[in-house]
């Protein structure tokens, strides 16, 4: 996945969420400037208590190498703990992880299933993405991945993958 769309979705995430005082923005602020180990420390003790932005953002910063070395397969990890609690930059990111096969085997039907999950959440280009593997997948595999995403959906995303 390229930089530049994590950190653009890194800061509509930002931007379109409620503004929280205290620790997360604190870490917020320190990603911001750089200062990714301070950044590391307070998003894990925040994922720690299930906190999905601060899950999110340690899946960033795992899949860039931000702070730690890059580990794709903790980055999905965490993009998944975020993702199954509905936030759409993981569940974008996630998508993205299985389109390309990094830190879980490639699977175009599982990449479709997420990228839809994060259209219907909001997340931009999710929709793109999706059409573009849509094109990718047999017409039995589709109509598969399309039913998955929508019991994932109903399950409010319980055992999707």
Request: proline content about 5%; glycine content about 10%.
């Amino acid at each position: 996945m390229h930089p530049w769309i994590v950190t653009l979705l890194l800061l509509v995430m930002a931007l379109v969420r409620p503004a929280l005082a205290g620790p997360n923005e604190d870490a917020d602020a320190a990603y911001a400037r750089g200062d990714y180990a301070a950044a590391m420390q307070v998003y894990r003790d925040l994922a720690a208590q299930g906190v999905a932005p601060a899950q999110f953002n340690l899946g960033v910063m795992h899949d860039f190498g931000q702070g730690v070395e890059r580990d794709p397969v903790a980055a999905v990890r965490w993009y998944r703990a975020a993702a199954v609690q509905g936030h759409a930059g993981a569940q974008f990111n996630l998508g993205g992880m299985y389109f390309e096969g990094a830190g879980v085997p490639q699977d175009n039907l599982r990449a479709y299933l997420w990228f839809t999950l994060a259209a219907i959440a909001g997340a931009p280009g999710a929709t793109r993405n999706r059409t573009s593997i849509s094109r990718l997948l047999s017409p039995d595999d589709l109509a598969r991945a399309q039913q998955l995403a929508r019991e994932c959906q109903i399950r409010k995303y319980a055992g999707c993958d």
